[in-house]
Every structure is written in structure tokens, then in C-alpha cells.
């Protein structure tokens, strides 16, 4: 079953309270679990929630679709989740000491009223909530990172989950881009999150070339597959592309280059 708020409530599932989780007598929605460990072993991803004293568990190739786009279990948690995060998801009766899930996901909340939310409402939230989180995750990662490693100080919002998604109906309201600066140096950073590549790709056009959007003393950050930060000085990037050293691309939202690799390095980036 894909998650959609129509496909979870045309299913007519019972919803049960994480307390009743250990004596489920058929498959259930339950929402709410708190993600505080995880555990691979042999193909199978075990999740361990607050207050539950028996894993949830979950084949790490399992297939979970959101909004037409499929992602494996594993695939999920590692892009997605971070420790803390409430999770719901759908379960089945125990089975030799674990739940077994069909599905999970990160806990959406809603603000504001369906109503006022224009286009937006059209969007498959399972989908954009598992976007946008991913990306909510590389950027705290790459911020934890500045932190613990080289002293930056950052907002609390972006250093930790506030544990769930949060959609907000009100259009008028956008979305605020926590700044992504440092509060002591201004040490400013730009995440380039890629799920399936190791691309050093930077947005580029001519109308808007990347020397022109990027100060030299700035970083960016590429986060890969497996979710750790590489740093490159903005000066590197902009020098690779002025003697020419990218593959330029294009679709109908964005321009980008991508820089090739033997003519940048990654690096660390300087202490506060
Ligand atoms: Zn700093």
C-alpha cells in the first residue's frame, strides 16, 4: 500500500496506540513512535522506538512507494530519519519478539487549514515530506559536522531534528531557509545533496553564472549516498569553472555544471 492520507484511511485500518503495539490481532496504523536506535542484520532493518521493548522489523530491500517513487527501508532511514524522530507506520502482529512493518515514515504535522493551502494541497505529502526532510537531514549533517569538527556555531534548528515533518498549509508563509552562517566568522555554507551519484554538481548559467551567486570565501558542501559531507571552498569551484573544467546541464527548473573531478579538490574547511 503506497502511504497517502486517502490510501491509509480507505484501507480502514485500525489505529492503535504505541502501548498496544506487542498484542496487535491485525495489521494496524500507528503513529507517534519515537526512532531512538537501529540495528542491520542479515537483510533485515530493525528499528527500536522509545517506551517498546521488542524491535519493529523490516526487510532492508523492502520497497515503500511515496507519491509514485519507490525507496528501499534501509534507503529510507539512512536519507531520511534521524535519531529522535517520531515515525508512523504500519504494523502486523508480533512475530518471534518483532513487529513486522509493511511500511514507515517520518510523522508529518499539519499547520494551518487544507483550505488555504492553494496548489500546495495537490502535492502527495508522503512524497514531499520525504524530500524535503532528506534534505533537512544533509544539511544537519553538514552543520554538526562544522560544529563538532571545526567550531562553527549554528542556530539550534539547524543542528537538531525538531523530530518530525512539518507542512504548513498558510501559502502565504514560505517555507523559512534557515541561515546557513555561521553566527561567530559568517562562514556561510551551501548543501548539494546527491542520492545516487557522486556528482560535484553547482547551479550555473550564463544568466546566472556561479562566480556571480558565490562568494569565494564561502563553502559548499556535496553530500552523497553515504550521507557524509565533502567540502570544497567556493574559490576552487569558480576557478575550475572559469578555465572550463565542467559538463554544463540543463532541464526545464535549473542550470547546473558539473565540475569535473581531477580539476577540484575536496577539503577541510577552516576552524572558527
Ligand atoms: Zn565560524
Known sequence: MEYTPAAVAAAAMQQV????????????????????????DD?????????LDMPLTIRQDHRMVFGGEGISA???LRRVLERGDLIDCIAAPTEAGRVPLSLFWIHIIYVGQPRDAGDFSKKEDGLFAMRAKAGEKAERIVAKKLHY???????PELLDTPGHFEIRYDSTKKRRKPDRRCL???????????NRDHRFRVSHSDGRPFAAENKPDGWHAFVFPDMKPRFMSNRVII?????????????EYDSWADVRPDAVAVSDPPHC
Do not use: M, N
Not at 240 to 247: C, E, L, M, S
Open 17 to 40: 496506540a504505541p502501548a498496544d503495539l506487542h498484542r496487535l490481532t491485525g495489521p494496524a496504523l500507528v503513529r507517534r513512535l519515537r526512532l531512538i536506535a537501529f540495528h542491520l
Open 43 to 51: 537483510g533485515w532493518l530493525d528499528l527500536t522506538v522509545d517506551g
Open 74 to 76: 534501509v534507503d529510507y
Open 149 to 155: 569538527s571545526f567550531g562553527h556555531s549554528f542556530p
Open 184 to 194: 561567530v566568522c559568517g562562514l556561510t555554507f551551501e548543501i548539494k545533496k546527491r
Open 239 to 251: 576557478d575550475a569553472i572559469t578555465r572550463g573544467q565542467f559538463d554544463p546541464g540543463s532541464d
